[in-house]
């Protein structure tokens, strides 16, 4: 089955590719496009987070061609291959024969063995492509055996080839070098150079009739987004001091993970004792979120086990609640990520200095102590426990 998708005022392509993204059946997402900015991604980066935490394994291609693919577009890709670096790979193509661009627009959602959906169209990732512009998209249903399946993972493949010298493999030491070599700008850059060109348009035919009227369209507000700023994110510093690292004014504030878009959750610094083992203090342990002391172990996003939230006892009484974090081992400011679902808490542990959700949690408690959000156990900040719940 194939099916025209058209972009206009009342269907955005961005709006249908942010629904197949959530549909469960889906394992593997393959996209060859030829630009990616901020301005697309933040529309996606909470469907795809969600695809890859889900068990999903993803794949971006991408072109820096002609400037139209921006520092901040890659930088929130790099990202979702840190969060998940098993399951997600981004790859930069590009010939440095002026006479070559990598142009294509192509979208691939697979599930596990029997079924593929095929989109190939003129929708970049970025605000214009997805939202704005009018496009067009052919979208078909493909079987396993469709040897059209077989010809487009063919050419996915080869365009993710990287012993030719026209790809490379995507992380934040690479963009860093993307940048310090002019490849890829900042989206305020690319902004400016838009707006002067216009300028100049507009200087040239100021003076002469308008041949069609002017239609305006507005893109929907993006769903809340992990952005960091580039620094902290491709320069990371374990040797530095983590304050230098994630001091409040360096980091994008007011925006909350894609993964806990919805129900509640607790941003937590815990201060380990015997290597991995954080203390809860009762303060937090005795709230409706661990409803009330009756929720007494917490599922690992990691590695799927059920880890006990056990007393710890002093002067013959309980004083906190301890809970074995193993996945703190060789972090240098570990943080944690705990999420309420329908059966019980999960948590996921970040490293706050290696970590682009870790550095987010780290700064929205900072953030927090200003408002009166975030408790600590002790006066002493630097070795106290850190919470705050949402």
């Known amino acids: 089955m194939a099916k025209l998708l058209v972009h206009t005022q009342s269907s955005a392509f961005g709006e249908h590719l942010q629904q197949l993204i959530t549909q469960a059946s889906w394992t593997r997402f393959d996209i060859a496009v030829a630009w990616v900015r901020r301005s697309g991604t933040k529309h996606l980066m909470p469907v795809l987070y969600e695809f890859l935490r889900r068990g999903g394994q993803l794949q971006v291609i991408v072109g820096i061609d002609i400037e139209n693919t921006s520092i901040e577009g890659l930088q929130d890709l790099v990202a979702l291959t840190m969060a998940f670096p098993a399951s997600a790979r981004v790859l930069v193509r590009h010939n440095e024969s002026p006479e070559s661009t990598f142009h294509p627009k192509l979208y691939l959602l697979s599930d596990s063995s029997t079924f593929a959906k095929l989109i190939v169209g003129s929708n970049n990732i970025t605000e214009a492509g997805l939202f704005m512009n009018d496009e067009a998209s052919l979208e078909m249903d493909l079987s396993s055996n469709d040897p059209l399946l077989r010809q487009v993972r063919s050419t996915l493949a080869e365009w993710a080839n990287v012993r030719r010298g026209l790809v490379r493999v995507l992380g934040a030491a690479a963009l860093q070098e993307l940048v310090d070599h002019g490849y890829v700008r900042s989206e305020a850059h690319l902004q400016r150079r838009s707006r002067a060109s216009e300028s100049e348009r507009d200087r040239v035919h100021r003076d002469k009739p308008k041949l069609f009227r002017k239609s305006r369209r507005r893109a929907p507000d993006p769903p809340p987004s992990i952005h960091i700023e580039l620094p902290e994110v491709i320069l990371p510093a374990p040797s530095e001091a983590v304050s230098a690292v994630v001091s409040p004014a360096r980091v994008s504030s007011g925006l909350i993970p894609p993964r806990v878009l919805t129900g509640r959750r607790v941003f937590f610094r815990p201060r380990l004792s015997r290597g991995t083992q954080a203390q809860m203090p009762d303060e937090l342990w005795n709230t409706e979120f661990f409803g009330k002391r009756r929720i007494r172990q917490a599922r690992s996003v990691r590695d799927n086990a059920l880890r006990g939230i056990n007393p710890a006892r002093s002067g013959g009484a309980d004083n906190t609640r301890k809970l074995e974090l193993r996945e703190t081992k060789g972090m240098i400011e570990p943080v944690v990520l705990f999420i309420k679902t329908p059966t019980g808490i999960d948590f996921e542990v ?18 927090g102590f200003a408002t009166g959000d975030t ?10 426990t850190w919470w705050r719940i949402y």
């Open 350 to 367: 970040f490293d706050a200095v290696r970590d682009p959700i870790g550095l987010y949690i780290f700064h929205q408690l900072q953030a």
């Open 375 to 384: 408790e600590q156990t002790i006066s002493d900040r630097a070795h106290a």
